[in-house]
């Protein structure tokens, strides 16, 4: 999986619009190979990124758990301590 695309499930509060779009974005750029579509391409990009966006918030709509919400402050500190550890010299 990329990189740029995060867990958007299961988050208080949930996912914005916005944090959909973006990995929606990633994931059409990761699986065309480009991140900037030629003229030619651009339409089908644009309507992949929008097509999948939507199936992304239909998901999120859907799924169920019953872990509680994580706070997105807690996991990015977690995910910043993992990146220091790692990334240490």
Known sequence: MCRNIRVLHNFDPPATGDEVHAAALQYVRKVSGST????ANEEAFNAAVHE????????????????PPKDREVEAAKAKARAA?????
Do not use: G, M, N
Not at 36 to 39: D, F, I, R, V
Not at 61 to 67: D, P
């Open 52 to 67: 999948i966006a939507h199936v992304t918030r239909h998901l999120l709509e859907h799924l169920t758990t019953s872990a």
């Open 85 to 89: 550890a790692r990334y240490a010299s």
């Open 36 to 39: 900037k579509p030629s003229k």
